[in-house]
Structures are given as structure tokens and as C-alpha cells.
């Protein structure tokens, strides 16, 4: 029904919202995915119009939700207005597809970096590195060596103020950044984890598995989509 169609579709946003909150790049991309699979209410004749409609209203929607826990005014305002450019020059459904992924993302990367403010300075350019480029080794040696700092100290301040240890995070970071990739683009798998830094093809289908419970292959073709196994009866 029209009414179950409109009320999920909220219920998707609402969804979308509370995963931007709380930085979660995973669940947000996988609300963001549903949200476009149920199409648009249909009100307008001129479909590409309604769906920037309905760009600007999901955006609006997040910026309310992110102006409620702190994040600064002049980081929403200045994303605001130039996502609002991106969705006025879209000339086609597809690239509003592209841009509700996109829009949702940013949002949830910019919040992310707001909540490093409350770390150490050794802690926020460990966070940052990993944030800028996966590809590379970010071992605890590695940024021991960068920031020529003890190891184990940093691996003991890390874990303390993050609440994980460093290899935790940076393996949640690889997964979480594969499987945006795995929705966004037709990258090849062994790209997408050359991409993450993991460019061992087994290895990382087994870790992708292990914390998402499905292949690499399976999460795309599921779309972000949990698989169900619901018995015939």
C-alpha cells in the first residue's frame, strides 16, 4: 500500500539520521541504499524533479539531526550549500542515486571528525592518517616510526581513549570503507581491498565475512542487505 510505502520511507530516514549520529559510514550507506530501492511517492509528473525534492529534504533532515548533538553551524551551512549545487546540476535519476550516497556519507565523515576534538594530539593524527589513506600499512610500528613516539605507550594511550585497540580500529576502518566501496562502485574485489589495504584477496574475503557475515560478493549483491533465512512452510 501507498501509506506502508511512504511510512517505511520516513522510517528509512529517520534511520539514515541516527547511523550519520552516531558516524556509522556501514549502516548509513545500507539506509541510504533501501531508502532509494522504494522509489518516490510519485506526486510530481517530472520525476527527476521530485527526487531533488527529495535530496534537499534528506539533507535538511540530517543537518537538523547533526545541529542537535553539536556539530558546529558553519560545517553544516558550508556542506549544505554545496551539496545543494551538486543536486541542482543533477541531470539524471542516476545521478541523484549517486548523490543521496554521497550527500549521506559526507555528513557522516564530517561528524566523524568532530568527535576526534576530544582525543590527545597524538591520538587525532593516528585518527586522521587512517581517515586520509588505508592503503597504507598503519601498523603500531608504523606510527610509532611517524610520530617517533614509544610503542607501547601509544598502543596503551590509543586504546584508553578510543576504547579499542589500535589494529581493531583500523581493521573496522578497512571493513567499513570496503563496503562502501563494494555499494558505490564496480571496482573488482581485489581492487576494492587493494583500496581498503588489504590487497591479500583471500584474507580479506575471510575478514569481510567474519564482521559482516557475508562475502564481498554476496554484500553487493545483497546491497548492504542482511541475507535472511527464513524457512519455507
Not at 28 to 39: D, P, S
Not at 101 to 115: D, G, P, Q, V, Y
Not at 176 to 197: C, E, H, M, R, W
Request: net charge neutral; proline share 3%; glycine share 6%.
Amino acid at each position: 500500500m501507498k501509506e506502508d510505502r511512504v511510512r517505511r520511507r520516513y522510517e528509512l530516514v529517520d534511520r539514515i539520521c541516527y547511523s550519520v549520529c552516531i558516524g556509522n559510514e556501514f549502516q548509513t550507506l545500507r539506509a541510504v541504499r533501501e531508502w532509494k530501492e522504494l522509489g518516490i511517492p510519485g506526486r510530481l509528473q517530472d520525476e527527476l524533479t521530485e527526487w531533488k525534492y527529495d535530496l534537499i529534504w534528506l539533507g535538511a533532515m540530517i543537518l537538523q539531526s547533526l545541529r542537535g548533538i553539536g556539530v558546529p553551524d558553519f560545517w553544516l551551512e558550508s556542506a549544505r550549500a554545496e551539496y545543494t549545487q551538486k543536486i541542482a546540476g543533477a541531470d539524471s535519476v542516476s545521478d541523484c542515486h549517486h548523490l543521496a550516497e554521497e550527500i549521506a556519507t559526507s555528513f557522516c565523515r564530517m561528524n566523524s571528525l568532530k568527535e576526534t576534538r576530544r582525543y590527545s594530539m597524538l591520538v587525532q593524527t593516528v585518527l586522521q592518517t587512517i581517515e586520509e589513506d588505508l592503503s597504507q600499512p598503519l601498523t603500531l610500528g608504523y606510527f610509532a616510526k611517524m610520530l617517533n613516539v614509544n610503542g607501547s605507550y601509544l598502543s596503551n594511550l590509543f586504546s584508553s581513549e578510543v576504547g579499542m585497540t589500535l589494529t581493531e580500529y583500523v581493521t573496522a576502518q578497512r571493513i567499513s570503507y570496503a563496503a562502501a566501496l563494494l555499494l558505490t562502485t564496480q571496482n573488482p574485489i581485489k581492487t576494492v581491498a587493494k583500496k581498503a589495504g588489504i590487497p591479500d584477496v583471500q584474507y580479506f574475503s575471510r575478514l569481510f565475512k567474519k564482521r559482516t557475515g557475508q562475502t564481498p560478493s554476496q554484500y553487493r549483491e545483497m546491497g548492504g542487505r542482511p541475507q535472511t533465512n527464513e524457512s519455507e512452510g
